[in-house]
């Protein structure tokens, strides 16, 4: 007997085509939360094997590696009939399908959308994609940079009067990840009342202008084209970073009482009274003058004794942490992000439930180490895999390499 606790998506079978970062994200959630996700890669692999430095072992960068834990892995040869055999096999008793292949290719290989609801009507179907697959722009491919700039995220990026830059982090491909995590959602939700799967559309575009808020509502509104602005806010004042005596520091002023509030913490109270200053629309037309009131009051304090000092009146401030400070911060320890387990360290699940948590299983497999298991479980026997191996239409894992280290 186990006290192994239940998780949410328990019993959930996914087939993860997909490659890179969306896709593999989308589908690592899922896998963290209960399903058993087999991850097929082409013979060539998936190409963030090879995005490193760093690598954790040789042929696996720590870039695909915190996209791929708690799935198996099959290398299958898709693009010959043969190997669309195995695929027809795994999609019998397969419940949702993530991929992201260029527009067309799945329907050339006799998967259209039709004909996949018309073969497996309980499937349900999530298709990535940078532009969507009609469309002026459909069937270009777009990695995620490529859609910060079309989608205009790239032009409310940087320093005011400075270049347009991309968001440091791939966030249109990691929030459509996301995305198609919750439209899978939805779609189980909805196939309990009508038996059917249906197709999970997430394109990079939808994501990266669902994200233009609230510089979208701005243009909506007025037809105000926005600006850049650094770490300052559009809409908000005083709300941006500030160099305190011994590094960055973030400040966040949300209404009136907390920027009277500031003025006090910072010696200057009489600034709360300005008649440029009283309101938040008032600070927002006058925010140069404002942060050039803030900066000296502001760099006589230390970053955390500020920080401790404004968040004891309710203003919401933080030092503005690099990547090591941010993984090892006492509160992001505390709410249990950081995974370290044996050899493996990566991020958890940001989904968090109360009853029927995630359980991550910080197990990365190699490209190949469960083609033999995956065939076997879809009805192969030992000769019919061998042939396959034979064959080249599948293959295992690399020679030398055992199956705990794959």
Known sequence: MTNTPIRALDGLKVLDLSRVLAGPYCAQLLADHGADVIKVEPPAGDETRGWGPPFVEPGTSA????LNRDKKNAVIDLSVPEGRDILDALLRDTDVLVENFKAGTLAKWG????????????????????FGTDGPLGGQPGYDAVLQAYGGLMSVNGAAGG???????????QVTGILAFSGILLALNERHRSGLGQLVDCTLLDTAVSLLHPHSATWLA?????????????TIAPYDAFTAADG?????VGND??????????????LADDPRFRTNPDRVRHQQELRAALEKPIAAHSRTGLTALLTARGIPASPVH?????LTAPQVRHRGLVIEHDDYRGLASPVSLSRTPARERPVVRGAGADTREVLGAVGYDDAAVEEALASGVVRGPDPGVTCDDA
């Open 163 to 173: 270049p347009a830059l991309r968001v440091g982090v791939p966030v249109v491909d």
């Open 257 to 270: 009482r907390q920027f009277a509030a500031l003025t006090e913490v910072l010696g200057v109270p009489d």
């Open 222 to 234: 007025n037809g105000t084209v926005p600006r850049r602005t650094g770490s300052a806010h559009p």
């Open 248 to 252: 960055p520091l973030f400040v966040a």
């Open 111 to 130: 998967y259209s959308d039709d004909e996949l609801r018309a073969r497996f009507p309980s499937l349900i179907h999530c298709r990535i994609t940078g």
């Open 63 to 66: 870039y695909y590696r915190n």
């Open 322 to 326: 690099d990547v090591a400070e941010a």
